[in-house]
């Protein structure tokens, strides 16, 4: 009689915390433009302390530096399926120095 409640609870919890893995990413995604959002920066948008965000994320089998690549890699993904964007200006976007670097963080997350 447990286990179906015990998946139900596990179920819950995994929703919340893949929740709030997406509030962070997008906190990060609206600061992406023009500089590297930092943790204090985006726990303040969040309305909570830097150690509280980091201790959440952590609850939640995550990190601050996995989701501020996931996001990266989102928008990278965003700028070159749904516009016109060349690779230099969505690199430029990104904050890489060259349209190389992009097209390595490309090749590297580009199939997930």
Request: charged share 30%; no cysteine; glycine share 4%.
């Amino acid at each position: 009689m447990l286990a179906p409640q015990f998946d139900q609870e596990m179920k819950d919890r995994t929703a919340v915390e893949d929740h709030f893995i997406d509030l962070v990413r997008g906190a990060i995604q609206q600061r992406l433009t023009g500089h590297r959002p930092v943790v204090d920066d985006v726990a303040k948008d969040l309305h909570m302390s830097p150690r509280t965000l980091q201790r959440r994320l952590q609850d939640s089998g995550s990190n601050y530096q996995r989701v501020l690549d996931e996001a990266r890699h989102q928008m990278a993904r965003y700028y070159l399926t749904n516009s016109v964007l060349e690779l230099a200006e969505a690199a430029s976007r990104h904050r890489h120095r060259e349209a190389g670097a992009a097209d390595n963080v490309w090749r590297t997350h580009g199939n997930q």
